[in-house]
């Protein structure tokens, strides 16, 4: 029976066993990840090859990443990789999911980053280093610098760094109490930890069981404590006149704003997202 299940075939049984988990187009995007992973195959290849018949290999692996997306594992997490712009990141238990505003946010970095001379930028809390590889990605006159507490988030992002051949500095510190020395930077981007915990009852399941909860959530009464420590940082590493990128909760954009107000900060700007959301804040810094 096994091997007369063409991949055809077996794409609609795929489908069918995460009707209850998925949309359909939920259904068929996990169907082609898995299948990039297993075969390497495009769409278009699927639909040169879906004729033929599995082999027992690889109806077996098909049927494991069946298993595990039913737990409610991401499928990111099973086949080890995801795509940020345009590039192959792996990513695994120790490393975010990236999203897809986070995205918007590289592009918001890289259009007021002037190529014409040498920059020194730092992404704070990089975890799989998805923004600060995207940025060196395409822009090649960057210094690139990044930290994380997690050591095992640093290195994976060392690998990513290692696999899309880009040149950062990867460092391990805590941006809450930072040790080690740094620098003078033109630019610092983050995306750092700003979920109150009180939220996270009404997450997804595969959200609070497998993505890291140290680069998710703060402490409900303390909702705006990486941006504190981040500005605080930022007071002696970011030159006058320097940039300053967060991505931030759609909920407390006012309250990020105010804090940079109080601080040496200009040219606030807070800006939507895609879907309307507050969620970027850009800054420029004046001493």
Not at 124 to 148: M, Q, R, V
Not at 158 to 182: C, G, Q, R, S
Not at 270 to 278: F, H, T, V
């Amino acid at each position: 029976m096994h091997a007369l299940e063409t991949y055809s075939s077996f794409k609609l049984k795929f489908m069918q066993k995460l009707t209850n988990l998925y949309n359909k187009r939920e259904q068929e995007q996990l169907f082609f990840l898995a299948l990039d992973y297993l075969k390497n195959w495009s769409k278009v290849e699927y639909t040169l090859h879906k004729n033929e018949e599995m082999d027992i290999v690889n109806l077996e692996k098909f049927n494991k990443i069946i298993f595990a997306l039913k737990e409610g594992k991401p499928i990111q997490y099973i086949i080890g990789k995801t795509h940020f712009y345009g590039l192959e990141i792996m990513v695994d238990q120790f490393t975010l999911i990236p999203r897809p505003e986070t995205e918007e946010l590289v592009s918001l970095a890289k259009a007021l980053i002037p190529q014409n001379k040498q920059i020194k930028i730092l992404d704070i809390g990089t975890g799989s280093g998805c923004i600060i590889l995207a940025l060196k990605s395409e822009l090649k006159n960057i210094s690139a610098f990044a930290l994380d507490y997690s050591i095992e988030a640093i290195k994976m992002a060392e690998k990513n760094a290692e696999n899309l051949n880009l040149e950062v500095n990867f460092m391990h510190d805590n941006i809450l109490d930072p040790k080690l020395t740094y620098p003078q930077f033109d630019f610092i981007i983050s995306n750092p930890p700003y979920i109150p915990e009180g939220e996270s009852i009404e997450m997804s399941k595969q959200v609070i069981n497998y993505e890291p909860r140290m680069a998710l959530f703060v402490d409900d009464d303390n909702a705006l404590v990486f941006y504190t420590s981040i500005l605080a940082f930022a007071e002696k590493k970011l030159i006058n006149k320097g940039k300053i990128f967060f991505e931030i909760h759609e909920n407390f954009g006012n309250q990020v704003l105010n804090l940079m107000e109080s601080k040496s900060y200009k040219n606030i700007q807070l800006i939507s997202d895609l879907q309307g959301k507050k969620r970027f804040i850009i800054a420029d810094k004046f001493e």
